[in-house]
């Protein structure tokens, strides 16, 4: 028996090279539970993972897709039984472990959470770990006491994945939204999202020597880091909060003075949707499943197949992917 996956094989001169292959299902690891995988999606550490890695891979050949979507096949696990259908996302299936951009997967019973109430396979996929992260952040704020009405929240790498979803469902559930892009063509799609002010990425790009900014935002969601978090950082009114999940723009916070910490009182709360207990990742996913406006979600969609991968994985690392790439294994 075999099925289809993108392989990413390595070279004897260390070049990585990406194809859609006929794989036996006795090379699959191991696992408790094998997934008809249905959908998966294209996140940045993919674009690193189809390419040469970028230090995540550790052995080829590798089958990358950080998260799926699909139905149990086979489990030897008792929570999980054939024709359950189950979403995975983070501990680090796709890097160490093959991942969703395959037809089948094997992976441990703990790493999966049942599909949550309200969502189909694909729409879970539409969410994906860009998605999961971005409630994982509003989580983060609402518990730091974020809460509508406070004053405008910040949305960097808006028209991105995370960014997507974050300006969606904040607007749904009543924030008042600035969505920070460096695709004026965007502004558009972002304001249909319901970003209520679109902020030129130049605006928070250059490195100041100022020790604070005036006092703008109630929250922020970070996907960008650099420069532009330093400058969010001293942005930021006394005693709120930044959610900061990646760093499209860079590893360091460039800029950044003790300042909006020890005078505004500021917090920087690190997101990481990797290595999430059961219970956090069932929380997170239920309020996906109640809170997410579905009828934005389809805009942010752009469907893909296992082929149309190594394209795709390349312009996400150039920040050329708008919203969420849904890749269905089967087509
Ligand atoms: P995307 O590539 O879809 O989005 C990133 C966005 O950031 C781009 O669309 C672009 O938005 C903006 N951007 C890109 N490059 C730059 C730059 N040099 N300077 C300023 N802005 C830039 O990626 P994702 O949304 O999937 O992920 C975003 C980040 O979050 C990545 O670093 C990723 O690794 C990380 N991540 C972390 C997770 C966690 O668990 N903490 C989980 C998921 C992702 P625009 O064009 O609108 O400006």
């Not at 997934?35 to 890695?53: F, H, M, Q, R, W």
């Not at 910040?154 to 979803?165: K, R």
């Not at 250059?206 to 969010?232: Q, S």
């Not at 760093?247 to 009182?265: D, H, K, N, Q, S």
Request: negative net charge; glycine residues 12%; hydrophobic residues 45%.
């Amino acid at each position: 028996m075999t099925f289809k996956a993108l392989l990413v094989e390595k070279d004897e001169d260390g070049k990585t090279r990406a194809g859609v292959q006929d794989i036996a299902e006795d090379r699959l690891p191991e696992g408790d539970v094998t997934v008809a995988v249905e959908y998966s999606t294209l996140n940045y550490k993919d674009g690193l993972c189809i390419g040469p890695g970028g230090g995540l891979v550790r052995e080829y050949p590798h089958v990358p897709g950080i998260d799926f979507a699909g139905t149990v096949e086979d489990s030897a696990d008792d929570r999980y039984k054939p024709g359950d259908k189950v979403v995975l996302t983070g501990w680090r299936v796709g890097e160490i472990h093959w991942g969703g951009y395959a037809q089948k997967a094997r992976v441990k019973a703990d790493w999966l959470v049942p599909l949550p109430e309200g969502l189909t396979t694909r729409r879970a996929m539409a969410v994906g770990t860009a998605g999961f992260t971005a409630m994982l952040a509003i989580m983060a704020l609402e518990d730091h006491g974020l809460a509508p009405g406070q004053g405008p929240v910040l949305v960097t790498g808006a028209a991105g994945g995370v960014g997507s979803v974050a300006t969606a469902t904040l607007a749904a559930l009543g924030y008042e939204v600035a969505a920070v892009t460096g695709r004026p063509e965007q502004a558009d799609y972002l304001t249909d999202l319901g970003a209520t002010q679109i902020v030129p990425r130049d605006e928070l790009t250059e490195v100041t020597r100022k020790p604070l900014e005036r006092e703008t935002w109630a929250g922020a969601i970070d996907a960008v880091a650099g420069a532009m978090l330093g400058r969010v950082l001293k942005q930021m009114m006394y005693g709120k909060s930044v959610a900061a999940i990646g760093l499209a723009g860079g590893p360091a916070i460039e800029g950044a003075l003790i300042t909006p910490f020890i005078l505004r009182g500021v917090n920087l709360l690190g997101i990481d949707s990797v290595m999430r207990p059961y219970d956090d990742r069932l929380r997170a996913w239920t309020r996906i499943g109640s809170d997410l406006p579905m009828d934005k979600l389809e805009a942010m969609v752009q469907p893909a197949t296992l082929s149309d991968l190594p394209a795709l994985g390349k312009d996400i690392l150039k920040g050329q992917v708008k919203g969420r790439v849904v890749v269905d294994v089967n087509a």
